[in-house]
């Protein structure tokens, strides 16, 4: 009998201990983007709007450790304004937020941790919603609410940058009705939508593909003002 439930004990204790916390989960997910100290790299934006037709736009965007993120295209173009790395920043103090943890689910075929972040007294951010991959403990999806921007829901594709959470590849769904765009866009698609009485195509998709990362070998002070 003594046996029994030492071997039941130590069964109990090897689950525990093995088990990850989603705060544990999180913080591999920052030391990996942690290497990052800065970045540049090649970008084409794919705009697929409704009611708006804008041709795809090359460019680079640039990153500099904590928080200096600049993307730079030819023509003009309207993007989400969330940093898509920002949060990495949130997450390394955890005295910032509340993390619960989900249930795991499968985001492009791969299984996935689902942890929702509750902020504590963030100006912007109201609710974040994770999914990373259980065996690399990458990003795989966000969805993101914040006070300025609304909902923005995104996913991310990785290639030989994954080691450092550097995706090739982030598309961003977006909600029209609370998506900023600019002045006479934005009146344009409302004058259309009075026209056809459609209301109906509310979400709209930007797609970030990068290629060409130069990691950690400087960014001037120039390219991330």
């Known amino acids: 009998m003594r046996h029994q439930l030492a071997t039941v004990c130590l069964l109990i204790f090897g689950f525990i201990s093995n088990a990850q916390t989603a705060n544990q989960i999180l913080f591999r997910s ?15 934006v794919d705009f697929q709007l409704p009611s708006i037709n804008i ?18 295209l030819t023509g003009v173009a309207f993007l ?13 103090d955890s005295s910032k937020y509340l993390a619960v943890m989900g249930e795991r689910s ?15 007294n963030d100006p912007d951010l109201v609710l974040a919603k994770l999914w990373i991959e259980v065996n690399t403990g990458v990003v795989m999806k966000s969805e993101m ?22 995706p090739d590849k982030i598309a961003f769904q977006v909600d029209m009705r609370t998506f900023k765009l600019p002045k006479m866009i934005a009146v344009d698609l409302n004058n259309k939508r009075k026209d056809t ?10 797609e970030f593909t990068f290629s060409e ?13």
């Open 80 to 92: 989400p304004k969330q940093n898509p790395f920002a949060l990495f920043q949130i997450l390394k």
């Open 145 to 166: 609410t914040t006070k300025t921007a609304g909902t923005v829901i995104s996913s991310y594709q990785y290639g030989n940058q994954k080691k450092y959470a550097l």
């Open 30 to 44: 920052v030391r990996q983007f942690e290497q990052v100290n800065d970045f540049k790299s090649k970008l084409e």
């Open 106 to 120: 499968l985001i492009q075929k791969v299984n996935c941790y689902s942890i929702q972040v509750i902020p504590q």
């Open 213 to 225: 990362y130069s990691i950690n070998k400087g960014v001037a002070d120039i390219d991330v003002k």
């Open 55 to 72: 041709q795809k736009m090359e460019g680079k965007v640039f990153y500099r450790k904590p928080d200096k993120y600049k993307v730079k």
């Open 197 to 206: 009485n459609e209301n109906a195509s509310a979400v709209g998709k930007i």
